[in-house]
């Protein structure tokens, strides 16, 4: 056992939900490594200075969430290409002065998936959102090789210019994109339907009517921690349902791994997360 103690943390605002903690303790317990993670919350007016602060007190590498993922990719010295292409960071680490990014939210949603049994290659999919959630995910659901995807978003400039900034990723590996308005998806020839939306969360409201819902689908809602009601309608129709807990435990998982250079087991910490670790 290694006695001298590592600090990370998970920063956002509001961060109090977060199960990140739980997770990479979970993952730390596997290989009897000595670490401190904790949840920070950080006011966003000052979040670049309490970056540089904590990187003072040592600690060795920080997971961003909401509403940080694009101000912690503007601070970094040195991203992945990844990273760069989602203009989006997770994952930082402190290393002999520098800050280095990535983003391991897209790692975490094709694995879940995968866990899942949910087959993304020669798929038609549907991504419901043009933010950051979304946008995030695009690299490494791109590169899982479905048939095609639809992004359905309220407004539908902001689709076109998320659609034009992956059309040459996407049309190198064979995926078509496509766009349309969220009033007018139809819910119809999806195999799976992700919900990248903050709607939820805003509201309460679901991306879609209740009417729009297929029982062949397959639904998966970013959101994690709380039954949405694209989840409920999605029960409700019969059909498979997933929220973002084991994108979570993924992309924590692929932080880890950046950090320690080991590949935790993700089914114990999903185990230990439904026991309320």
Same mark, same amino acid.
């Given at each position: ?92 680490? +402190?290393?002999?002065?520098?800050? /280095?990014? @990535?983003? *391991?939210? !897209? ?5 879940? $998936?995968? #866990? =899942? %049994? ?94 729009? +819902?297929?029982?062949?689908?397959? /639904?998966? @809602?970013? *959101?994690? !921690? ?5 989840? $409920?309608? #999605? =029960? %409700? ?41």
């Amino acid at each position: 056992m290694n006695n001298h103690i590592k600090k990370y943390a998970v920063v956002g605002h509001p961060i109090h939900h977060s199960k990140s903690p739980a997770i990479h303790q979970c993952f730390a317990d596997e290989f009897g490594l000595s670490i401190r993670y904790e949840k920070i919350d950080i006011n966003p007016e000052h979040f670049v200075d309490k970056i540089h602060a904590l990187r003072n007190q040592n600690y060795l590498g920080l997971n961003i969430t909401l509403p940080f993922k694009a101000d912690a990719f503007a601070m970094c010295d040195e991203v992945t290409a990844t990273s760069r292409m989602t203009g989006s960071v997770n994952t930082l680490t +402190f290393i002999d002065g520098k800050i /280095y990014g @990535d983003t *391991t939210d !897209g790692i975490g949603i094709v694995r879940d $998936l995968d #866990a =899942k %049994h949910i087959v993304i290659k020669d798929s038609h999919l549907a991504i419901l959102g043009a933010g950051g959630a979304s946008n995030g995910v695009m690299f490494d659901v791109i590169n899982a090789g479905p048939k095609s995807i639809t992004l359905a978003n309220r407004t539908k400039t902001k689709a076109d210019e998320m659609v034009n900034k992956w059309h040459s990723f996407a049309k190198g590996n064979g995926v078509e994109l496509r766009v349309i308005e969220l009033h007018a998806f139809n819910g119809q020839g999806y195999d799976l339907v992700i919900n990248g939306t903050s709607s939820a969360l805003l509201d309460g409201s679901s991306p879609i009517a209740d009417h729009l +819902f297929q029982s062949e689908t397959v /639904y998966y @809602d970013m *959101t994690y !921690g709380v039954e949405t009601r694209f989840i $409920l309608n #999605a =029960k %409700h129709k019969g059909a498979q349902y997933f929220d973002g807990l084991g994108m979570l435990i993924g992309q924590a998982a692929a932080s880890f791994t950046i950090w320690h250079k080991l590949q935790p087991n993700l089914h114990l910490a999903a185990k230990a997360l439904e026991v309320g670790l």
